[in-house]
């Protein structure tokens, strides 16, 4: 009985000393790729991340709102600026490591190249709904940029359907909801149910960059160790292998 009591005392300890899993606030474009760098992360004696995904807006306003996490990852710099104006990130923490590409998605096995210039583009996307992510977050905000910068935005405007974030947007397509969407080309690739039929020149639109930074709030020294994993060598490999650059 002395030594199962034993047993069982050694086991709470270690359960007790055990430390927590870091919360990560993850852009909804990286949810195939930040899963993996979890699981590799995990499989060096880690606890494994949680991880949010959603659109990088919602988190933002999350962390604004009072939310505890550790880790922010945006898809791009506004809303990151926006935490760093409030104080909300730890000095020195926030860094720039990932890249992507805007690109124009239709159902897989259908035919057709996206012609990039205001005419026949505007011809190419037809009457029906294009889907996009809401202008309120970075996929939509980039992809109404493009499409202004070809000067289409006004003839396809009432025409597009927002979405929630750019997974939502790719949804549509994939359902056949919409004949034609604006996602990253990350997005594309982790779907089999859709082809890239255009890809956007990166003169068209802001750089698609990806800063992750540590939350003020955070007090989990496993958070900065997973941060400092996403920025070294194999954790950028490991986005690389999900379509993204490494910066």
Do not use: C
Request: proline share 7%.
């Amino acid at each position: 009985m002395i030594a199962r009591l034993l047993s069982l005392l050694a086991a709470f300890l270690l359960t007790a000393a055990a430390p927590a899993p870091p919360l990560v606030l993850a852009a909804a474009s990286l949810q195939e790729s930040m899963n993996a760098a979890a699981d590799a992360w995990a499989k060096q004696g880690h606890p494994r991340p949680v991880i949010s995904f959603a659109a990088s807006s919602v988190l933002a306003r999350q962390v604004e709102a009072g939310g505890r996490a550790d880790l922010f990852v945006s898809a791009d710099q506004e809303w990151m600026d926006e935490l760093t104006a409030k104080k909300l990130i730890v000095p020195g923490t926030r860094a720039t490591f990932l890249g992507n590409r805007l690109v124009i998605v239709a159902a897989a096995g259908t035919r057709g190249r996206a012609p990039l210039a205001a005419k026949p583009l505007a011809r190419f996307l037809g009457t029906g709904p294009l889907a996009m992510a809401d202008p309120a977050v970075p996929a939509g905000r980039y992809g109404r940029e493009a499409l202004t910068k070809l000067g289409v935005w006004n003839a396809v405007q009432p025409r597009v359907v927002s979405a929630e974030n750019v997974r939502a947007a790719l949804a549509l397509v994939e359902r056949g909801a919409a004949p034609y969407g604006i996602v990253y080309a990350t997005d594309a690739r982790a779907s089999a149910k859709v082809r890239i039929a255009g890809v956007f020149p990166e003169a068209t639109h802001a750089p698609i960059t990806y800063p992750v930074a540590r939350l003020a709030g955070s007090a989990n020294p496993e958070g900065e160790g997973f941060r400092r994993f996403l920025l070294s060598r194999a954790g950028k490999a490991i986005f690389v292998r999900y379509g993204f650059s490494a910066l």
